[in-house]
């Protein structure tokens, strides 16, 4: 695992500004906190914190996919959310009890830019609006949670996977091609359900033109599975 100053790509300048938590922000303070952080290229499987560890520092991800999730007493994993590459997380921790309240864990290759919270606390300090993109941010967050608990508690298993393998592809309609980046296992435990329930479900999507080989997806037809993703049409199903 590499540490070092945060020396980015072309690319990766475009990617930080248009994270939520950083829109608002004056182009000198946005400098001054990435001139501060440091970027890590970390392997797969690599732990980025754990639930109750002091909470000094947050994320963006730049690369790569992380689970973030917590522990149960019996010590099982319940999956919170899937961070995806252009989002930042555990910002929310450095304000409530100092904690991190679940654990980090990059699930495939990735890069992660750390911030501390010594240099977010200075820019609040500096510059009011930080705090007004902080509170976007979370209210963003907790609308993807409300979804989420949606989700679970009131959509069908196939409308779930729909819904959640839309997210890798392109607007409109036709057909799609793409890579899991990460495994079945997973998904199943992010969207709630066993993986013998994500098995059935994706066998039902196989009606909408869904074939899945191993971790590769091919979807035939857009369009009817943005239908059973939105609408639930599970009569085509």
Not at 21 to 36: C, I, N, P, W
Not at 76 to 93: D, K, L, R, T, Y
Not at 104 to 130: H, I, N, P, W
Not at 203 to 210: D, F, P
């Amino acid at each position: 695992m590499a540490t070092e100053p945060a020396r980015l790509k072309p690319q990766d300048a475009a990617q930080i500004r248009a994270v939520p938590l950083f829109q608002t922000l004056a182009e000198r303070a946005l400098d001054a906190l990435v001139a501060s952080s440091t970027l890590r290229t970390v392997p797969r499987g690599t732990t980025l914190f754990l639930q109750d560890e002091p909470a000094d520092r947050f994320f963006v991800l730049l690369d790569g996919w992380v689970k973030l999730y917590r522990l149960t007493r019996d010590g099982s994993e319940a999956v919170v959310h899937v961070i995806a590459p252009g989002e930042s997380f555990a910002e929310a921790a450095m304000f409530a009890n100092g904690r991190f309240p679940v654990c980090g864990e990059a699930v495939s290759d990735a890069r992660v830019m750390t911030l501390t919270a010594a240099g977010f606390a200075r820019c609040l300090r500096e510059d009011d609006a930080v705090a007004f993109a902080m509170l976007g941010s979370l209210s963003l967050r907790l609308r993807h949670l409300v979804t989420q608990i949606e989700q679970l508690q009131v959509q069908p298993a196939p409308q779930r996977v729909a819904s959640f393998l839309l997210r890798f592809c392109p607007e409109g309609g036709g057909r799609a091609v793409f890579t899991l980046p990460f495994d079945k296992a997973l998904v199943a435990r992010r969207l709630g359900m066993q993986p013998e329930t994500l098995s059935r479900a994706l066998a039902r999507l196989r009606t909408a033109g869904v074939e899945t080989q191993g971790s590769q997806v091919t979807v035939a037809d857009l369009d009817a599975l943005r239908r059973i993703g939105e609408d639930g049409a599970e009569g085509e199903v």
